[in-house]
């Protein structure tokens, strides 16, 4: 008896797993994501990654055998909340130049994109215009031969 308790348990016990999964892969599986274009511009750095970017580097070389990312990461979030606004101040300059150029991009990025959107809405109006040409020429030759006749 106890065996056949346990079967059922254990199939009770999988169709709620079956359920949960399916759960929690049905809000995946419904909201899909527009495809990334790969000519959109990047979004710029921040200035604490302008300051990594440096020094990154400069840890890399004064710790050659440490390989740890975290490492790194945490070195430099210590030192950038040590760091005065002072010496902060170039990073904050780069950064900016960076998001002004990016707004640059994005603005030329967005016209091309619009003008596209506009070229291929006009291909279409226009091969619907010409398909309802074409059904009118069509209509025509049709009434012509039975005047014909």
Not at 17 to 25: E, I, Q, R, T
Not at 77 to 87: L, N, P, R, Y
Not at 125 to 134: A, C, L, Q, R, T
Request: without cysteine; aromatic residues 6%.
């Amino acid at each position: 008896m106890k065996g056949g308790k346990s079967k059922t348990e254990s199939k009770k016990a999988d169709t709620k797993l079956a359920v949960k999964k399916g759960a929690a892969n049905a809000g995946k599986k419904g909201s899909k994501k527009a495809g990334k274009d790969p000519n959109k511009p990047k979004r710029p750095a921040s200035a604490f990654f302008v300051f990594m970017e440096e020094f990154r580097k400069k840890f890399n070389e004064e710790n050659p055998n440490n390989k740890a990312v975290s490492a790194v990461g945490k070195a430099a979030g210590q030192k950038w909340k040590s760091m005065s606004d002072a010496e902060k101040a170039p990073y904050i300059a780069k950064a900016d130049k960076r998001k002004v150029e990016y707004e640059k991009n994005m603005k030329a990025y967005n016209k091309k994109q619009a003008s596209g959107a506009n070229a291929a809405e006009e291909d279409e109006s226009e091969k619907s215009m010409s398909e309802v040409n074409d059904d009118e020429d069509g209509d025509e030759g049709s009434e012509e031969e039975d005047d014909d006749e």
